[in-house]
Each structure stands twice: as structure tokens, then as C-alpha cells.
């Protein structure tokens, strides 16, 4: 088993893009993580924040959804934040959801558009172009990565 970390804003869609775009690259994210069905997927995006995690579920194929295993905690929530993660928000709530979920010697990538939120050359993060979100072209690249790293 492995871990995906997801964010929505940026990679299911475009950020800041209008609320009708919402979710417009998730049949290329869905395609791409049913190449490799033992990836187990974790929302990281702030709409965790608003949305209960079967509000989440539901934005996706009845088969992606029944792997979607939580959300990770708040930045603001974690105690004992190793120094190497303070100043990376998003790499230190994956960290957070590993260890709590006595998961972390998995293997893990995070699919997000903002590299700021992880440290430099974070080897787990899959970036993505947030004015574009997970084009076709992303979508292949991600498929090849998932096979070779997890």
C-alpha cells in the first residue's frame, strides 16, 4: 500500500478559476490513480477545512472515493513539529497523518501545486501547474510517476 496526498485548487482544477470549472481535471486524476490500485488517497486541500470528509467523497467516482482514507490535521492543530517541517505546512500535516495512522514507513506522494508548502526538492511532491490544474499531459506524467515511485 501506498499514500496520496491530494490537493483540490490547482490540480482538480484551475485556482481561482470559476466555481462552473470546479473539478474539470478529475476524470484525468481518476484515470491515473486507478493505474495503481493500492494507493490509498488523503485530501489535503483547505477544502477539508469546510467540507465533512463524506462531502469530499462525494465529488468523486463511486470507485475513488471508497479510497479516500481522511484528511490530514490542521497545521495549526499539530503538537512537536519537527524543525526540518516548520515553515512547510502541507509536508508537516502529511507527515502528521502518517505518524498518526502508524503509517510512516509507506511510501507517499503529494499531488499539489504549491511547491512553497513543502521543503525544497521535497522528492514526494508531484507538482502540478495551478493555472492549469492536472492537464492530459500532467495526467501521463503522474501515471509514470506513481508507477515508478510507489
Sequence with gaps: MSLLFLDFD??????????????????VFEQAVRQAPDIELVVT?????????EQLR???????????????????DLKDVPATLVGYEREAECHAWR???????????????????YRPFCPSLFLV???????????AQLIARLRKTL
Design 10 to 27: 490547482g490540480v482538480l482544477h484551475p485556482e481561482h478559476c470559476h466555481e462552473s470549472k470546479h473539478f474539470c481535471c478529475l476524470e
Design 45 to 53: 486541500s483547505t477544502w477539508r477545512l469546510k467540507n465533512s470528509l
Design 58 to 76: 462525494k465529488r468523486f467516482s463511486i470507485d475513488v472515493a471508497a479510497r479516500i482514507a481522511g484528511v490530514t490535521p490542521r497545521f495549526a
Design 99 to 117: 505518524w498518526s495512522h502508524n503509517v510512516p514507513h509507506l511510501p507517499w506522494l503529494a499531488v499539489d501545486d504549491r511547491f512553497w508548502l
Design 129 to 139: 501547474d495551478g493555472s492549469t490544474g492536472l492537464n492530459p499531459e500532467l495526467g
